[in-house]
């Protein structure tokens, strides 16, 4: 069997990564940064439409409401992005609720609170 020759890491090329890797990192990125606006403008249209209360207390009435109102996106914004952006993609629920969709996503999407990356792209949403 042969032997592989040892590799051999670039002395500036490590300096480079550890001198990059000490800088904290950001807490948001830029892109975030210039979504921020739209993001509060679309979550201040939610609360309008939903009057301010916990969407998913109709759906879930044995899960008692507890804590502040969060956005929700229905499909999350890792499976469609942009998702965070689409009113008609996000819902106000309370912290409690939230919780439970995100611990239950089968449940949660049989009754309507949590949608799947196909349900986007089968209906040609962009």
Known sequence: ????????????????W???S???????????????????????EVRRRD????????ALPALTCRGPLDPHEVIPRSTRPGGHLDPGNVRLVCRGHHEWITDNPAAAASVGLH?????HYQTGDS
């Open 18 to 20: 550890i001198d990059r």
């Open 51 to 58: 009057g301010d209360r916990c969407y998913a207390a109709a």
């Open 115 to 119: 949608g799947w990356s196909w349900e």
């Open 22 to 44: 000490r800088r904290a990192i950001p807490r948001e990125s830029a892109k975030r940064k210039a979504e921020r606006a739209r993001r509060l403008e679309v979550v201040d």
């Open 1 to 16: 069997m042969k032997r592989r020759a040892q590799l051999r890491s670039d002395p500036a090329k490590t300096r480079a």
